[in-house]
């Protein structure tokens, strides 16, 4: 391959906006096939079109990370159309901040099924391709959130650091089967913070990125980066944020 990225299937959970949107757009114009997934199918149709237009080669599924079936037929669309999965980029992300105090169990479980659980169904819908294959990539979007713990980001940030766990697991399991990169985004200029249901801590982190958050561009190099190296390297843990974030 030429840039280590043409000709790859790459499916992208996540992918209507934000980082997913901005990571399918970079590998669609480096020559890779690009699978797409998430809830809003306008949104993933109108991409796809763009991509196609711009001589990509892309294909969408309304699907929803928290039903398993879903992502199973997001990884068998990329089968069905291209042949093959090279990569998984399991992206989709959910944040609902509050004091643990207060008790918002129904934005924990939002946050366990999206991030968590929706990252295992991606895995789970993978690997049997890449151990057949005997190669593929697992990329998991996780977030500096799971590094620096700070108070209405518990249970957040222990979602975000069960997917480093569970990726430093899959990389020792491998044996050079798949590979297995994780990325931490800190502030990046997406809709993301717009989705906090608490209206005072999104209004702050709003402001807070506002001032200092970095494009989603960024992101998707980083994941272009690790895509794009040799099959016998493996790009492990990458964490981007602003240069002025604590």
Known sequence: ??????????????????????????????????????????????????????????????????????????????????????????????????????????????????????????I?????????????HIINIMSTAGISIVPTMGVYAATKNAVRTISEALRQESKGRWRVTGISPGFVDTPFVGNIKNESIRDVLTQRASEIAIPATAIAEAVAYAIAQADQVDIGDIVIRPTVQD
């Open 124 to 136: 789970a819908a993978a690997l049997p391709i890449f151990k057949m294959q005997g190669s593929g």
């Open 1 to 122: 391959m030429i840039n280590g990225i043409e000709n790859k299937v790459v499916a992208i959970t996540g992918a209507s906006s934000g980082i997913g949107e901005s990571t399918a757009e970079l590998l669609a114009a480096k020559g890779a096939k690009v699978v797409l997934g998430a809830r809003r199918a306008d949104a993933l149709a109108s991409l796809t079109e763009r991509f196609q237009k711009a001589g990509g080669q892309a294909v969408y599924l309304q699907m929803d990370v928290t039903k398993r079936t879903d992502v199973a037929s997001l990884i068998q669309l990329a089968l069905n159309e291209f042949g093959r999965l090279d990569v998984i980029i399991n992206n989709a992300g959910i944040s609902q901040l509050q004091l643990l105090e207060d008790t918002d169990v129904e934005g924990w479980e939002q946050m366990i099924d999206v991030n968590l659980k929706g990252t295992l169904y991606g």
